[in-house]
């Protein structure tokens, strides 16, 4: 065996994904309680858990040395009854970057190729490598998609395009009637993977359910990290047409999503009134930090989801300086986007801490 190629270098070549820092760590470093540090660098959910989701996480402790439910019926039954799909067509999975993955081993190999924004969601980069399967990569003027230009990277080796509205980190969201016509104009070929991670936080969502029901190849992809707050759990699904999720079946590790994680996501898909709650405070959030911006002349742009993405000059230096100050934002040099970086809204008090000392260093900076 040649030095070198083991495992093989497009293994070797693929990225770690680097999360945001984690609140432990950042209060060991600062020597600060855990409590003292405001944490706005992933997304998360600022009110924490569904009480409900919590309840039932409570009520699996004793059956832990049981191996959980393999099919997950009670889940996929239930989030069936609630999107109007049959069991068969919605597939859990342990957070929805594991679906991610799932999509790319059932559906590319070497010498086919994915389709994706140059400034999409890095799973759908590190999927797309793991599968050992070539980026077709599409620019992003403005920070946007624009489907047009998607389009022009489909090629007969795509097989997938995969596509988020609203799109973390950037922030963009595409019109309803564009996501359609542009799932309308897909070849056969291609599996349109439309994520739907901040679905829930969107004033006007897609739906790409009646176009699924025609037998296109649309997979939706969605996740409880996000306003159900249970990013810790890892839950995500999928839901498409029979063919896809038993595709997606076939490559799943058996117990792929664990009894607690299974039982926390049906508590918290019950909790009507902790999504209510997140979205009119994410709502109120959003406001106040795009005022805020505009008051300090900042590029600011508000997303249907739960994040502002803020252009800074230098996105590192902001990072370092608010780090420093216990409030861990996301810089974005890793996406190709160094005077950028993306703030997750948080509780109101955690907003106004976050504008405050970002004034203070925007101003010791000036
Ligand atoms: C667009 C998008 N897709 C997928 C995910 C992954 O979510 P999960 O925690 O379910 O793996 C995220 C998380 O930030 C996201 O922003």
């Known amino acids: ?5 083991w495992p093989d270098p497009k293994i070797q070549a693929c990225p770690i994904y680097e999360p945001g820092l984690p609140i432990e760590t950042v209060a060991r470093d600062l020597g600060l309680e855990p409590s003292k540090i405001v944490k706005l660098a992933s997304n998360e959910n600022p009110l ?7 309840e039932a996480v409570v009520g699996t402790l004793n059956r832990l040395h049981d191996y959980p439910d393999g099919g997950t019926w009670r889940f996929r039954e239930l989030l069936g009854e609630k999107l109007g799909l049959d069991p068969l067509q919605i597939l859990p999975g342990n957070g929805s970057n594991e679906i991610l ?3 790319a081993t059932a559906y590319l190999k070497p010498g086919e190729n994915a389709v994706f924004g140059e400034y999409g969601f890095v ?6 490598l793991h599968a050992k399967a070539e980026m077709r990569v599409a620019p992003m003027p403005n920070l946007a998609h624009d489907l047009s230009i998607l389009r022009k990277q489909i090629d007969d ?3 997938i395009v995969f596509l988020a509205s609203p799109n973390n980190p950037t922030g963009d969201s595409l019109k309803a009637e564009e996501i359609i016509e542009f799932a309308r104009s897909l070849p056969e070929h291609v599996l349109f993977c439309f994520d739907e991670a901040y679905a829930e936080y969107a004033t006007n969502p897609v739906d790409l359910r009646p176009l699924i029901a025609e037998g296109r190849r649309i997979v939706c992809v969605r996740t409880f990290s996000k306003i159900h707050g249970l990013a810790g759990l890892r839950v995500g699904y999928a839901y498409s047409n029979p063919e896809v999720i038993a595709n997606l079946q076939r490559v799943r590790q058996p117990f792929n999503v664990s009894s607690v994680a299974q039982a926390g996501a049906i508590g918290a898909l019950k909790d009507e009134e902790h999504q209510r709650k997140t979205r009119e405070l994410n709502l109120e959030s959003l406001d106040y930090l795009e005022r805020s911006m505009l ?3 900042v590029w600011v742009r508000r997303s249907e989801a739960n994040f502002v993405l803020l252009e800074v000059s230098s996105g590192a230096d902001c990072f370092d300086a608010l780090l420093r100050e216990g409030v861990i934002v996301r810089p974005l040099g890793g996406y190709g986007l160094p005077r950028h970086i993306r703030v ?16 203070r260093w925007l101003e010791a900076k000036s």
């Open 101 to 103: 993955e799932m999509l």
């Open 295 to 297: 008051d300090l002349g």
């Open 123 to 128: 799973v759908y980069r590190l999927a797309t």
């Open 48 to 54: 924490g858990p569904s009480p409900r989701a919590m």
């Open 344 to 359: 997750s809204t948080g509780t109101m008090e955690q907003n106004r801490l976050f504008v405050d000392l970002f004034t």
């Open 1 to 5: 065996m040649t030095e070198g190629s």
């Open 157 to 159: 080796q795509t097989r």
